[in-house]
């Protein structure tokens, strides 16, 4: 069982990353999955979550408009795709799933109501102003 979170990089203000979460040994589609961030001397925030077979999404305030988060269920692997980027945006990103909560409120799974499942490794965003 593996998350593997990949695509952040140094970008500009106002450019665009997406990133990806790659899972193995299990099928995303049943999970409710987040994207959460931690930057230096921060703490982690909850910055989009998708649930499970309805995939509601929630975002954090200060990303709506910005980011969105989708799946591709025949790649296993869902995508944050980010736009307008901020140098408020930096921070190391990571994927996270949950089984049990998989159809909960979204927005509970990204406030960190519940403990997920499994983390894949960051991927480090960098925004330069």
């Known amino acids: 069982v593996q998350l593997q979170a990949s695509g952040g990089g140094l970008v500009q203000a106002g450019g665009s990353l997406r990133l990806s979460c790659a899972a193995s040994?299990?099928?995303?589609?049943?999970?409710?999955i987040g994207w959460f961030r931690q930057a230096p001397g921060k703490e982690r925030e909850g910055v989009s979550c998708?649930?499970?077979?309805?995939?509601?999404?929630y975002y954090v305030d200060s990303v709506k408009g910005r980011f969105t988060i989708f799946r591709d269920s025949g790649k296993n692997t869902v995508y944050l795709q980010m736009n307008s980027l901020a140098p408020e945006d930096s921070a190391v990103y990571y994927c996270?799933?949950?089984?049990?909560?998989?159809?909960?409120?979204?927005?509970?799974?990204?406030?960190?109501?519940?403990?997920?499942?499994?983390w894949g490794k960051g991927t480090q965003v960098t925004v330069s102003s």
């Open positions: 998708i649930s499970a077979r309805t995939n509601r999404e």
């Open positions: 996270a799933v949950s089984r049990k909560y998989a159809t909960t409120t979204p927005s509970n799974v990204c406030r960190g109501y519940y403990g997920m499942d499994y």
């Open positions: 040994g299990f099928t995303l589609d049943y999970y409710a």
